[in-house]
Structures are given as structure tokens and as C-alpha cells.
């Protein structure tokens, strides 16, 4: 399970619109969205990069979670 703090996150579209970013980019994955705490959960075969940049391009700030 990768982990990633995404901002800009703070509604339920946010979280659909950030879901459908990661999974465009693997059909299979399986993304967790936490609002409260702006994390998102995503498993995927993908790089975190890749996913990263899905969720960027969706308009979204996103950096691996430490």
C-alpha cells in the first residue's frame, strides 16, 4: 500500500476526482481517500511517481507520505 499526502482535497468530488485520476491510470487499483486527514491510500503495481503525477494532473498537489 503506497501512501501519498494530497492538498487541495475537501470534498467528496475532490475524493471521487482524485480516485478516478489513479485508477485511469491502473483500472485495477484500489484507492483508499482519507479527507480529514488529506492522505490517500492507493494499491497499485504503479511507481509512485506515476501516481503522483496522475493526481497532479488532476489538479491536485500530491507527495508520497512520510
Known sequence: MQVFTVEGMT???CAG???RAV???D???RVE???ATKTVKVESTL???Q????I???GFDARTAH
Open 11 to 13: 470534498c467528496g468530488g
Open 17 to 19: 476526482s482524485v480516485t
Open 23 to 25: 485508477q485511469q491510470a
Open 27 to 29: 483500472k485495477n487499483a
Open 33 to 35: 481517500v482519507d479527507l
Open 47 to 49: 511507481p509512485p511517481l
Open 51 to 54: 501516481i503522483i503525477d496522475a
Open 56 to 58: 497532479t494532473n488532476a
